[in-house]
Protein backbone atom coordinates (compact mmCIF):
# COMPACT_ATOMS: atom_id res chain seq x y z
CA UNK A 1 0.00 0.00 0.00
CA UNK A 2 0.82 3.64 -0.62
CA UNK A 3 1.04 4.18 3.30
CA UNK A 4 3.95 5.59 4.36
CA UNK A 5 3.56 3.70 7.62
CA UNK A 6 4.01 0.11 5.49
CA UNK A 7 7.36 1.25 4.25
CA UNK A 8 9.09 0.60 7.51
CA UNK A 9 8.16 -3.41 7.56
CA UNK A 10 5.79 -3.34 10.63
CA UNK A 11 2.39 -2.54 8.78
CA UNK A 12 0.10 -4.56 6.38
CA UNK A 13 -3.40 -4.53 5.33
CA UNK A 14 -5.14 -7.92 4.89
CA UNK A 15 -7.99 -8.21 2.73
CA UNK A 16 -11.60 -9.49 4.79
CA UNK A 17 -11.85 -11.59 1.78
CA UNK A 18 -9.29 -13.61 -0.48
CA UNK A 19 -9.11 -12.55 -4.41
CA UNK A 20 -8.46 -15.64 -6.36
CA UNK A 21 -7.17 -15.79 -9.58
CA UNK A 22 -4.18 -15.17 -11.90
CA UNK A 23 -1.32 -12.42 -10.06
CA UNK A 24 -2.19 -8.80 -10.07
CA UNK A 25 -0.81 -6.12 -11.55
CA UNK A 26 0.98 -2.98 -9.25
CA UNK A 27 -2.12 -1.12 -10.03
CA UNK A 28 -4.93 -3.64 -9.12
CA UNK A 29 -3.13 -4.65 -5.92
CA UNK A 30 -2.88 -0.91 -4.91
CA UNK A 31 -6.96 -0.41 -5.37
CA UNK A 32 -8.44 -3.62 -5.46
CA UNK A 33 -12.02 -3.84 -5.78
CA UNK A 34 -13.36 -5.54 -2.19
CA UNK A 35 -16.28 -6.08 -0.83
CA UNK A 36 -17.31 -4.20 2.34
CA UNK A 37 -18.38 -5.86 5.76
CA UNK A 38 -20.26 -2.51 6.61
CA UNK A 39 -23.82 -1.65 4.84
CA UNK A 40 -23.12 1.08 2.66
CA UNK A 41 -24.93 3.51 4.34
CA UNK A 42 -22.28 3.22 7.28
CA UNK A 43 -25.37 1.92 9.47
CA UNK A 44 -24.24 -1.40 10.26
CA UNK A 45 -22.63 -5.01 9.66
CA UNK A 46 -23.40 -6.41 6.15
CA UNK A 47 -24.92 -9.55 7.75
CA UNK A 48 -24.80 -11.24 3.72
CA UNK A 49 -21.11 -10.61 4.25
CA UNK A 50 -20.22 -10.93 7.54
CA UNK A 51 -19.31 -14.28 8.83
CA UNK A 52 -17.47 -15.89 11.47
CA UNK A 53 -14.36 -17.01 9.21
CA UNK A 54 -13.67 -13.04 9.47
CA UNK A 55 -13.77 -13.15 13.18
CA UNK A 56 -12.16 -16.13 13.15
CA UNK A 57 -9.54 -14.33 10.66
CA UNK A 58 -9.45 -11.24 13.47
CA UNK A 59 -8.79 -13.36 16.20
CA UNK A 60 -6.18 -15.58 14.97
CA UNK A 61 -3.84 -12.34 13.63
CA UNK A 62 -4.68 -10.86 17.20
CA UNK A 63 -3.53 -13.71 19.07
CA UNK A 64 0.13 -13.51 16.79
CA UNK A 65 2.68 -13.22 19.79
CA UNK A 66 4.52 -10.46 17.65
CA UNK A 67 1.41 -8.19 16.20
CA UNK A 68 0.81 -5.34 18.46
CA UNK A 69 -2.32 -3.74 17.23
CA UNK A 70 -4.92 -4.03 14.42
CA UNK A 71 -7.55 -1.50 12.88
CA UNK A 72 -10.98 -2.31 12.19
CA UNK A 73 -13.77 -0.12 11.39
CA UNK A 74 -16.11 0.63 14.46
CA UNK A 75 -18.87 -1.70 13.40
CA UNK A 76 -16.70 -4.36 13.09
CA UNK A 77 -15.19 -4.01 16.33
CA UNK A 78 -18.98 -3.67 18.37
CA UNK A 79 -20.34 -6.69 16.39
CA UNK A 80 -17.46 -8.65 17.48
CA UNK A 81 -17.74 -7.09 21.41
CA UNK A 82 -21.41 -8.14 21.22
CA UNK A 83 -20.61 -12.07 19.85
CA UNK A 84 -17.60 -12.90 21.44
CA UNK A 85 -17.25 -15.31 24.17
CA UNK A 86 -14.59 -17.00 26.50
CA UNK A 87 -11.15 -15.11 26.39
CA UNK A 88 -12.07 -11.67 25.27
CA UNK A 89 -8.20 -10.18 25.35
CA UNK A 90 -7.72 -10.54 22.92
CA UNK A 91 -10.35 -8.08 21.79
CA UNK A 92 -7.82 -5.07 22.91
CA UNK A 93 -5.77 -5.13 20.02
CA UNK A 94 -8.65 -4.43 18.00
CA UNK A 95 -8.27 -0.47 17.50
CA UNK A 96 -11.44 0.96 15.71
CA UNK A 97 -10.07 3.36 13.07
CA UNK A 98 -12.13 5.44 9.81
CA UNK A 99 -12.37 3.15 6.81
CA UNK A 100 -10.82 -0.42 7.37
CA UNK A 101 -14.47 -2.21 6.51
CA UNK A 102 -13.05 -4.31 3.35
CA UNK A 103 -9.76 -4.86 5.06
CA UNK A 104 -8.17 -4.21 8.13
CA UNK A 105 -4.51 -3.24 9.17
CA UNK A 106 -1.86 -4.77 11.15
CA UNK A 107 1.23 -3.13 13.59
CA UNK A 108 3.78 -5.45 14.48
CA UNK A 109 5.78 -4.32 17.52
CA UNK A 110 9.36 -2.88 17.14
CA UNK A 111 12.07 -5.74 16.72
CA UNK A 112 13.95 -5.97 20.10
CA UNK A 113 17.15 -4.00 19.72
CA UNK A 114 16.16 -1.47 16.91
CA UNK A 115 16.61 1.57 18.40
CA UNK A 116 15.28 3.85 15.12
CA UNK A 117 11.90 2.07 15.63
CA UNK A 118 9.57 3.96 17.59
CA UNK A 119 6.55 2.07 19.47
CA UNK A 120 3.47 3.16 19.51
CA UNK A 121 1.76 4.39 22.74
CA UNK A 122 0.75 1.58 24.69
CA UNK A 123 -3.61 0.85 24.93
CA UNK A 124 -5.89 -0.15 28.03
CA UNK A 125 -5.51 -3.64 29.62
CA UNK A 126 -9.43 -3.81 28.85
CA UNK A 127 -11.15 -5.15 25.69
CA UNK A 128 -11.75 -1.98 24.26
CA UNK A 129 -15.45 -2.80 24.04
CA UNK A 130 -16.65 0.55 26.78
CA UNK A 131 -16.48 3.88 26.16
CA UNK A 132 -13.57 3.88 24.22
CA UNK A 133 -15.42 1.84 21.42
CA UNK A 134 -18.70 4.04 21.52
CA UNK A 135 -16.96 7.34 21.51
CA UNK A 136 -16.31 6.31 17.58
CA UNK A 137 -20.30 6.48 17.41
CA UNK A 138 -20.12 9.95 18.70
CA UNK A 139 -17.93 11.35 16.60
CA UNK A 140 -18.81 12.89 12.84
CA UNK A 141 -17.72 11.00 10.07
CA UNK A 142 -14.55 12.80 8.44
CA UNK A 143 -14.93 15.16 5.53
CA UNK A 144 -13.81 14.26 2.36
CA UNK A 145 -11.33 16.18 1.01
CA UNK A 146 -12.52 18.09 -2.15
CA UNK A 147 -11.76 16.31 -5.94
CA UNK A 148 -8.41 17.36 -7.57
CA UNK A 149 -5.91 16.03 -9.07
CA UNK A 150 -3.95 12.96 -7.57
CA UNK A 151 -0.41 13.84 -6.12
CA UNK A 152 2.13 11.33 -6.89
CA UNK A 153 3.34 9.90 -3.33
CA UNK A 154 6.69 9.44 -2.25
CA UNK A 155 6.91 7.96 1.31
CA UNK A 156 9.99 9.46 3.15
CA UNK A 157 12.39 6.58 3.53
CA UNK A 158 13.88 5.70 6.91
CA UNK A 159 17.50 7.44 7.45
CA UNK A 160 19.19 3.91 7.73
CA UNK A 161 17.49 3.39 4.11
CA UNK A 162 18.67 6.39 2.76
CA UNK A 163 21.76 6.11 4.14
CA UNK A 164 22.08 2.97 2.14
CA UNK A 165 21.27 4.81 -1.02
CA UNK A 166 23.39 7.90 -0.31
CA UNK A 167 26.54 5.39 0.13
CA UNK A 168 26.48 4.50 -3.42
Not at 18 to 37: H, T, W
Request: overall charge positive; some cysteine.
Amino acid sequence: SGHASHQVGLDADIWFERQPGARRAPAERENPRLRSLVLPNDSGIDDSVFSQQHVLLLRTAAEMPNLDRMFVNKWIKQRICNTATGNRSWLRKLVPWYGHDEHFHVRLYCPPGNPQCQPQAAYSDDDGCGEALESWFRKAPPTPPPPGPPKPYRPKLPAACQAVLNAR
